[in-house]
């Protein structure tokens, strides 16, 4: 009698990215043997060349849209995935390639490749929800691979998954380490920013960098105040706002502000 297999169909999709974020899955040395043990991992092009067809009960998405057939691929993804979960800076906030949506892109295009008329590119870098219905956006760049794991066990289990959408500051405490800010005059975008990292720049006397994009209801108009009273200008301040998330709505709608 042969043996149905009713683990759940899992597949990691690659967009316009570094791969970080997939890296991080396959960083979980300790844990991915129980990972593979509780999912069938169906297709993962960079972890194995075995790829099976969809549909998908699981499908965790990296990587932003930045041209035309991703902008269709994405729908044929959602289609087959009973659950859609995008991963890292780049799929839920448009990544560091959101740049070049304040930017002239045929002009990047013309500097950068030899031949420009074979690059195909949309005028702007944008995060997957823009494109389809997801169901649940994990931040971070990289994203953690403790909140990874939480989240296909989350998926595993039918549960919620247990993912803190305070700031880095809240971290910095639990940790034991003195505001950056206070104590030694450094810019810091902590305040504003989801927890997720375990706030390992400040561990470091260094500003946080806003890798997990903004925690939930950020006052940036504070940070900013804070800002101006460590002799930082509006110009740094907008610099700083456009990096990794840069096209969240938070930090697009102040950066923009703060432009003008």
Partial sequence: MTKVNTKPKLAVWKFASCDGCQLTLLDCEDELLTIAAAVDIAYFPEASRAM??????LSIVEGSVTNSHDA????EIRAMSKTL?????????GGIQALKNWADVDEFISIVYAHPEYISSLEMSTPISDHVDVDFELRGCPVSKAQLIEVIDAFVNGRKPGVPTH??????????TACVMVAHATPCMGP???A???AICPAFNRGCYGCFGPAESPNIE??????RALGVDDANLVRALRTFN???PEFREASDLYAK
């Avoid at 099976?52 to 009960?57: N, R, T």
């Fill in 52 to 57: 099976e067809p969809g549909p998908y009960d």
């Fill in 72 to 75: 269709a691929r994405i729908h």
């Fill in 85 to 93: 979960i995008t991963i890292g800076a780049c799929a839920t906030a």
């Fill in 167 to 176: 700031s880095v500051c809240v971290e910095c405490k639990l940790r034991g």
């Fill in 192 to 194: 504003i920013t989801q």
């Fill in 196 to 198: 997720g990292c375990g």
């Fill in 222 to 227: 504070s940070l900013r105040q804070a800002w």
């Fill in 246 to 248: 840069a096209y969240s």
